[in-house]
């Protein structure tokens, strides 16, 4: 970190940060100079917490040099870590994995009928909500553990691990009992809590971009995890909140080339929350899978305009056995 004070500020205050820096356990080296003076801040093991400093007078500003994270980064850890699923791996050096099912487990029915869908396309993860994090109280809010029963049972028909979203600690237990991989989504990027209960688990986790985080947000959040003991987390980028309101979010593909350097995690892609729209669905896909995506998030209901949630987004049965079609001549081109 590197501290830097008004050109006003007095040798005291000068002399003032640079105590609290030691009084920190680290290094204070100031660095005069013609117009102001910057303290840099030296022999810290990762991110510093400014607070104790910021606002001491006299300095104008904190700059962050070290990242907030480093577990989870390419130059702590060069190696790709490859996350294993009920079988499946997904990461580098893998056939990019495809995760398939409805939005919300609705019955079991409903469930099964999915699962064969997404098992005969060829898909490899079962996915659906039991816990679903909607934007108004008046919208159905999932099955809860009946529902995680359900999607248990249509994995196990099919012989498909199963991923499921985990919304508060209490629920982890349930969860962990019925899911093969954890999602923590969008809106539960920053529950710290929640994170670092997960990194404390041996499940793998699925953790999605918060609809506004930063590319640093995401990856300090992912670091929560992993600092806890947990390595086996798989980012999923799902669109973020822009101006632009033709999509219900916008697609940040730039995010996997830059994450797929920063960090030795898998990264994934979800096209359907991403653009919100059917028809967006299959070419935003495809695009992730040419940006270099380990896997995708694909919304599928045997009856879309019949869901409980997100039917305007999900594929039907046959538009996503011939998107998987579509995939199979696309990854044979990317040389898989
Ligand atoms: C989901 O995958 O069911 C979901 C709610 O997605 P997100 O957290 O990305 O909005
Ligand atoms: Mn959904």
Do not use: W
Not at 51 to 65: F, K, N, Q, T, Y
Not at 84 to 108: F, H, K, Q
Not at 114 to 131: N, Y
Not at 291 to 309: D, F, N, R, S, T
């Amino acid at each position: 970190m590197l501290i830097v004070m008004h050109h006003s500020a007095t040798e005291e205050q000068i002399q003032a940060v640079e105590k609290a820096v030691e009084a920190m356990g680290l290094q204070a080296s100031p660095i005069p100079g013609s117009l102001r003076t910057a303290i840099g801040v030296l022999g810290n093991q990762g991110y510093v917490d400014d607070s104790a400093i910021r606002e001491l007078p006299g300095v104008r500003e904190c700059i962050h040099v070290s990242k907030p994270y480093k577990l989870v980064s390419r130059d702590f850890h060069p190696e790709s870590t490859v996350v294993e699923v009920g079988g499946v791996r997904i990461g580098d050096g893998c056939p990019p994995v495809i995760m398939a099912g409805p939005c919300s487990i609705e019955s079991e029915e409903q469930m099964l009928a999915s699962a064969k869908v997404v098992k005969a396309a060829g898909g490899h993860i079962l996915r659906g909500g039991a816990f679903k994090p909607r934007t108004g109280p008046h919208s159905f809010q999932g099955l809860g553990v009946p529902g995680l029963k359900h999607l248990r049972l249509a994995g196990d028909e099919v012989g498909l691990p199963v991923v499921t979203e985990v919304m508060r600690i209490e629920q982890l237990d349930d969860v962990c009992r019925y899911a093969d991989i954890l999602q923590i989504g969008a809106r539960n990027m920053q529950n710290f809590d929640l994170l670092k209960e997960v990194g404390k688990l041996d499940h793998p986790v699925l953790l999605k971009r918060g609809m506004s985080a930063t590319l640093e947000e995401f990856l300090a959040a992912a670091e929560y995890i992993v600092a806890e003991g947990n390595n086996r987390v798989v980012l999923c980028e799902r669109g973020i909140r822009t101006f632009e309101k033709a999509t219900r979010n916008t697609l940040d593909l730039s995010v996997v080339p830059l994450i797929r350097k920063m960090s030795h995690l898998p990264i994934i892609v979800d096209p359907s929350h991403a653009t919100g729209v059917r028809a967006l669905v299959p070419v935003m896909g495809k695009a992730a899978l040419v940006a270099g995506a380990h896997g995708l998030m694909i919304e599928v209901h045997p009856e879309p305009e019949k869901a409980l949630c997100d039917g305007a987004q999900s594929l039907t049965g046959e538009g996503f056995a011939e998107l998987m079609q579509e995939f199979a001549g696309l990854l044979k081109y990317l040389g898989y």
